[in-house]
C-alpha cells in the first residue's frame, strides 16, 4: 500500500506558466511533508518543507500548500524556468517515522518546462 | 569537498561478483541512509544507521550487506546479486531536521 501518491507522472508547462505538481497521502500520522528535486544523474535536493500545523508556506518562486482534510499537498512554481524541469519528489515524515527521522516518499512527476 | 558523494557513480557486475559502495558525508551529520531507486518506482528505503548504529533494515534481502563504521561513512556491501537488483542506490544523511541530503547515486547493472 503506497502511502504517498503523486499521480501525475508528468506535466508540460510553458515558461513563465505556473507549474502545480500534486501529491496525496493516506496516514493520517504525518505531519511534516517536503518537496525535493532531481535533475538528471543526480540525488534529489531538498527544496521546500511543510509542517502539519501550517496550511502554506513560501520560499520565493516556490509555495506548497498543505489541505490536511484532504490529506492533499500541492507545489506551486510560478513563474515557471526552463531550469527547473526536474523530477520533482513528494515526500512525508511523522508518526512512527519520527525517531529514525524517516520519510516516505511518492513516485516523483516529471517537469518540463518549456521556452 | 562538501556534501554527500558516493563511489562508484557506476557500477556493473556479475552475479556472483563481490563489490562494495562507498557513501561519505562532509556535513557532521548523525543519520545517513540507502535508498535504492527502480524505474518507475518511489524511492525504496534500505538501511538507516543513527549515530552508527543501525535502527531500520526495510526487509532488505541478506545479498546487500551494509557497514557503517563512523557517523560519517557509509558503505553497502553486495555479493549475489540478481538482475532485478539494478538500480540508482541513493545514500542521504540527515541532522536533526526531517530534510535529508542526497549523494548523486551508484547506478548498477548486474548482468
Known amino acids: 500500500d503506497q502511502q504517498v501518491k503523486q499521480n501525475s507522472p508528468s506535466l508540460s508547462v510553458q515558461e513563465g506558466r505556473i507549474s502545480i505538481l500534486n501529491c496525496d497521502y493516506t496516514?493520517?500520522?504525518?505531519?511534516?511533508f517536503l518537496w525535493y528535486k532531481k535533475y538528471p544523474a543526480e540525488g534529489p535536493t531538498f527544496l521546500i518543507s511543510?509542517?502539519?500545523?501550517?496550511d502554506k508556506n513560501e520560499d520565493g518562486r516556490f509555495t506548497v500548500f498543505l489541505n490536511k482534510s484532504a490529506k492533499h499537498l500541492s507545489l506551486h512554481i510560478v513563474p515557471s524556468q526552463p531550469g527547473d524541469s526536474a523530477v520533482y519528489f513528494c515526500?512525508?515524515?511523522?508518526?512512527?517515522?519520527?525517531?529514525?527521522?524517516?520519510?516516505?516518499f511518492g513516485d516523483g512527476t516529471t517537469l518540463t518546462v518549456k521556452p | 569537498e562538501t556534501g554527500v558523494t558516493q563511489t562508484p557513480r557506476h557500477l556493473v557486475m556479475g552475479m556472483t561478483n563481490k563489490k562494495s559502495l562507498k557513501c561519505e558525508q562532509h556535513?557532521?551529520?548523525?543519520?545517513m541512509y540507502w535508498y535504492k531507486q527502480s524505474a518507475k518506482k518511489p524511492l525504496e528505503l534500505m538501511f538507516v544507521?543513527?549515530?552508527?548504529?543501525?535502527?531500520e533494515n526495510n526487509s532488505v534481502p541478506s545479498r546487500f550487506s551494509p557497514e557503517c563504521p563512523n557517523s560519517s561513512h557509509l558503505f553497502l556491501h553486495l555479493h549475489t546479486l540478481q538482475p532485478e537488483d539494478s538500480a540508482l542506490y541513493l545514500c542521504?544523511?540527515?541532522?536533526?531536521?526531517?530534510?535529508?541530503?542526497f549523494g548523486p547515486g551508484t547506478r548498477l547493472t548486474v548482468t
Open positions: 542521504a544523511s540527515r541532522w536533526n531536521s526531517y530534510e535529508q541530503y
Open positions: 515526500a512525508a515524515s511523522g508518526g512512527h517515522n519520527t525517531n529514525a527521522g524517516k520519510s516516505t
Open positions: 511543510i509542517s502539519s500545523i501550517k
Open positions: 556535513l557532521g551529520h548523525n543519520a
Open positions: 496516514n493520517s500520522m504525518f505531519d511534516y
Open positions: 544507521y543513527n549515530f552508527k548504529e543501525q535502527t
